[in-house]
């Protein structure tokens, strides 16, 4: 007698964040974890700069400059330096993979488009230590933070330059 299997769950898509400058590590353990899973890859580019106007069926918007005085002809969709990073790095862009142009808070739009597309997690990396990164969490907070927070899919965190349990975190006293 044999034991009734259950039919194996679906997964929805992943949706990973991704920016120009990025390291590799994000885009590759995404793409490990969506193959892993048999299901596509989403890579999502958010423009803080702009704000949405129209939604598209696919999860792309259409945005506006948020400085009225800024024209619109900076405005070319994902940067050709983060299209060429995704293509070294997953190949031609198709079936196993595919992008999306956001615009506005980066939580926001990526939640967003988690829904729009039913998917079933969303991939982030960390900001790497340092000053900078530091500044901007604390004025700004962690992505990964306002997702896990306020939207339901699981929010997979990818750590850029971890930091041994012997030194403190940036916003840590010394």
Known sequence: MTAAREASPTFGP????VAAGQSDVVVEQARA?????????????????????DELRDGNVRSMPMDPDMGDERHAGV??????????????????????????????????????????????GTRRAGMT?????????????HLAHRQHRPVVVIPLDPIPFERPLPWEDT
């Open 33 to 53: 974890l969506a193959t892993r899973l048999g299901t596509q890859l989403i890579c999502a580019w958010v423009d803080a700069g702009r704000y949405v106007i």
């Open 133 to 145: 990164g530091s500044v901007q969490e604390m004025f700004n907070g962690s992505v990964a933070v």
């Open 14 to 17: 992943l949706v990973v964040g």
């Open 79 to 124: 940067p050709a330096n983060l299209l060429a990073q995704l293509s070294r790095l997953l190949g031609p862009e198709g079936d196993s993979w595919s992008t999306r142009e956001l615009a506005g808070d980066p939580a926001r739009a990526l939640g967003r488009l988690a829904e729009v597309v039913d998917a079933s997690m969303i991939v982030v």
